[in-house]
């Protein structure tokens, strides 16, 4: 099983539409992040979260909403999709390995609104 | 402002040659990490090397190394000998530790990537 699981891996949505991104990791790290891929702009932060109490918004957090369910458990929604919303979309965690911060990826939610 | 800057939009190397991805940061914090992912056609992002602000010499992971000046705030990745499989879009990254609110930051801001196709 993967370390960072993202569900679903597709999604075509409609105008309107209220979805819900998954993300969960089996490697018990503190921080999760989400972001979001447009072609020639790289990976922009949308949301990030230290521990289940706490949640940041990062830099392009307009029209999105997080929960930390749990430590494992990370969920992204779009309350109300529209199409400059389709994108690529990445969970990620952090967590301290040698002195350091090393970060895990998702393999990405590919989101498509219509 | 942009905190990381790759200026090469795409790159062409030549099978077996060496190649050099650009990669420039802005920072005021004296402790940062500097990462580079390679994400191929099918999406997902690998992590290649890393690199700290206070290592005293360049890391290398294989074929990569980074070519770390921090003097000039650069950290270009170099692939050695490429493969047909090196065709890819690679990002460089930074992690700052500034402190907010809540206590150290710790996140990842990436550059716009470098599309590099290695030709046969």
């Known amino acids: 099983d993967a370390d960072v699981t993202q569900t679903p891996r597709n999604r075509i949505t409609k105008t309107g539409k209220r979805i819900m991104l998954e993300c969960s990791q089996t490697?018990?790290?503190?921080?999760m992040y989400w972001y979001r891929q447009d072609p020639g702009l790289g990976l922009r932060l949308i949301y990030y979260?230290?521990?289940?109490?706490?949640?940041n918004k990062g830099e392009i957090s307009d029209g999105y909403s997080v929960s930390r369910q749990a430590q494992a458990k990370f969920s992204l929604s779009l309350e109300s999709a529209i199409p400059n919303q389709t994108a690529l979309y990445f969970c990620?965690?952090?967590?301290?390995?040698?002195?350091?911060?090393?970060?895990?990826f998702g393999s990405g939610t590919r989101l498509t609104v219509v | 402002a942009q905190k990381i800057t790759q200026t090469q939009p795409g790159m062409f190397v030549q099978e077996k040659e060496a190649v050099t991805l650009d990669c420039t940061y802005d920072?005021?914090?004296?402790?940062?990490?500097l990462f580079w992912y390679k994400q191929p056609s099918s999406g997902e992002m690998i992590f290649l090397i890393y690199?700290?602000?206070?290592?005293?010499q360049n890391a290398t992971e294989g074929r990569y190394s980074l070519n770390f000046q921090k003097a000039r705030k650069s950290a270009n990745l170099v692939i050695s000998a490429s493969q047909l499989g090196d065709s890819a879009m690679y990002f460089c990254?930074?992690?700052?530790?500034?402190?907010?609110?809540?206590?150290?930051?710790?996140?990842?801001?990436f550059g716009k990537g470098t599309l590099l196709t290695v030709n046969p």
């Open positions: 990254a930074m992690r700052d530790s500034r402190y907010n609110s809540g206590g150290s930051n710790y996140k990842l801001t």
């Open positions: 920072t005021s914090d004296p402790s940062y990490g």
């Open positions: 690199q700290g602000s206070y290592d005293q």
């Open positions: 990620a965690t952090s967590h301290l390995d040698r002195g350091n911060y090393g970060y895990t």
């Open positions: 490697k018990g790290h503190d921080r």
């Open positions: 979260s230290f521990d289940v109490k706490d949640i």
